[in-house]
């Protein structure tokens, strides 16, 4: 009796430590260093509070075809296939053309003074 309940309240334990794992997410870092020729921050963590993570995030399909993100997607970094050796067209064929397609429009529909270059490429101090 008293090894069963031990076993029990072990198996408990184990149970609500797997599903506390499993329901915390991944959120990548909170903040992106991007080694550029003019470095960029990414406040990674800004814009998960305020945006779905499919704004930015997608995959690729076998045929190297983009796919809209879904949830549980695994995330690769943005130039693994963002180069010049994936055969992307020529403006998102390098970090600098999709922070620029992509993050700069987003930027200049939601304000702005945040599509300003030294908001991403921060002057060294």
Same mark, same amino acid.
Request: net charge positive; aromatic share 6%; with cysteine.
């Given at each position: 009796?008293?090894?069963s ?8 334990f ?36 305020r ?13 190297? $075809? ?9 995330? #690769? &970094? !943005?130039?693994? /296939? @963002?180069? *010049? ?18 993050? $700069? ?9 945040? #599509? &300003? !270059?030294?908001? /991403? @490429?921060? *002057?060294?101090?």
């Amino acid at each position: 009796m008293k090894k069963s309940f031990i076993y029990g309240v072990a198996l408990a334990f184990f149970s609500v430590v797997a599903l506390a794992g499993i329901s915390m997410a991944d959120n990548g870092p909170a903040d992106i260093h991007f080694d550029t020729k003019k470095p960029v921050v990414f406040p990674h963590a800004a814009h998960q509070a305020r945006l779905e993570c499919g704004i930015c995030h997608h995959g690729k399909d076998d045929a190297g $075809k983009q796919v809209a993100y879904s949830e549980g997607m695994a995330i #690769a &970094k !943005c130039e693994s /296939c @963002h180069n *010049k050796d994936a055969g992307m067209p020529k403006k998102l064929s390098s970090l600098k053309g999709v922070g620029h397609a992509k993050c $700069k429009t987003c930027h200049k529909e939601t304000d702005k003074k945040l #599509a &300003k !270059c030294g908001v /991403c @490429h921060p *002057k060294k101090k």
